[in-house]
Each structure stands twice: as C-alpha cells, then as structure tokens.
C-alpha cells in the first residue's frame, strides 16, 4: 500500500511541476479515445505559460494554425 501511494505522489509532483506532462494528463482526460501527439510546440507552450505563472512575463500572445491545442493549453490545463 505504501508503494502504491509513493507511485501517486510521485505522479503528482510531476504533473505539479512540469506542465508539459499536466497537458498531455489533461489531454487523455478531455479526449480519452485520441492519441496525444507530442510535439516541440507543446513544450514550448508550456515552458511560455510557466513563464507568465512565475511573473517573468507580463504579456503573451500565441499565435498558432487552428487545432494546435492552443486552448487547451492556455484555457483549460493553465
């Protein structure tokens, strides 16, 4: 039992610390029967949205072709 929950905290702390890996959770979440694709550009959005919770950027626009998950990423995951 104890292993099981150290398997837990363990995922959490990663899906806390790294937002690139909350979006792809989130992703299988909203969308359980598509295949998440992962891509640079996932990464990159997160490490920007990172940016903006940490106070190091004031202002950020994405913009991105239709279907790149941008709302995902910024509305729903942030």
């Not at 104890?2 to 690139?20: A, P, S, T």
């Not at 959005?45 to 998950?69: F, T």
């Amino acid at each position: 039992m104890g292993v099981k929950k150290m398997k837990i905290e363990n995922i959490q702390d990663l899906y806390r610390h790294d937002f690139g890996s909350f979006i792809q959770c989130a992703f299988g979440i909203l969308h359980p029967h598509v295949p998440f694709q992962d891509n640079w550009h996932i990464h990159l959005m997160a490490h920007y949205l990172k940016q903006v919770s940490d106070g190091k950027i004031k202002r950020l626009i994405s913009n991105m072709p239709p279907r790149m998950l941008k709302s995902e990423c910024a509305s729903i995951a942030w």
